[in-house]
């Protein structure tokens, strides 16, 4: 690899829009960080990767836990110089709950990884992402109000909140930015939340990844 090679990281990239992103990314020659805490799911992304020509860098670790994660952002500083997209497809999705009935481990457990990794995160990766021009981009899921989301409506409405504010401080210094609404995808988060939809009727992942790709690069 060269130092022109484009340099992806996908945060949440076991399974979802995050490994249809990487494959799609690798898919356009770009090198791709994947960044996941299930090893086998990560494996199998990397077997398909390989398999359509592209490459990947697996970093099977948690990103709600900081250690690792400035480990990382130092070794990408170190090999690359910086990166020049970081897709941020990890989420805590707690159990559907009236909100005088919400479980306080799954609360504190959204607030640690949809708002405190976030803010963790975007100050390790902006000067990576800086260094190389590159961009951010979040997915927003808005279900802040909605009955029985109140874990997961509030703490992903903190993190676009988070990721907004961002976005305005570096709008004319970079990095760039961006907030994505995907599609309803037929993803394992979607069917905890709706089990019995029919999943026929949602946009495919792959799709999904590429739209919103060609909309960015």
């Known amino acids: 690899m060269s130092e022109h090679d484009k340099i992806a990281l996908v945060t949440g990239a076991s399974r979802g829009l995050g490994a249809a992103l990487a494959e799609s990314l690798a898919g356009r020659g770009w090198h791709v960080l994947a960044v996941a805490r299930t090893v086998g799911a990560l494996e199998e992304l990397d077997d398909r990767i390989r398999r359509a020509g592209g490459a990947a860098t697996l970093a099977p670790m948690d990103v709600g836990q900081p250690e690792p994660m400035v480990q990382m952002a130092q070794a990408v500083l170190g090999r690359w ?41 975007i100050q390790l990766f902006e000067p990576l992402l800086r260094a190389r021009k590159g961009s951010a981009v979040f997915f ?74 060609a909309a960015l690069l």
Not at 92 to 117: E, R
Not at 164 to 191: F, H
């Open 81 to 121: 110089g910086g990166l020049d997209l970081w897709a941020h497809c990890a989420i805590h999705a707690a159990p559907l709950s009236p909100a005088g009935h919400i479980d306080a481990k799954d609360f504190q457990k959204s607030v640690d990884l949809n708002i405190v990794a976030t803010r963790g995160l």
């Open 140 to 213: 927003d899921d808005p279900r802040a109000g909605q009955k029985f989301f109140g874990s997961y409506g509030a703490s992903k409405a903190a993190q676009i909140a988070l990721a907004k504010s961002w976005q305005a401080e570096n709008e004319s210094i970079g990095p760039r930015v961006i907030i994505a609404e995907p599609a309803p995808m037929p993803t394992a988060l979607r069917a905890r939340f709706f089990p019995g939809e029919d999943r026929a009727r949602l946009t495919p992942c792959t799709a999904e990844a590429e739209r919103i790709l």
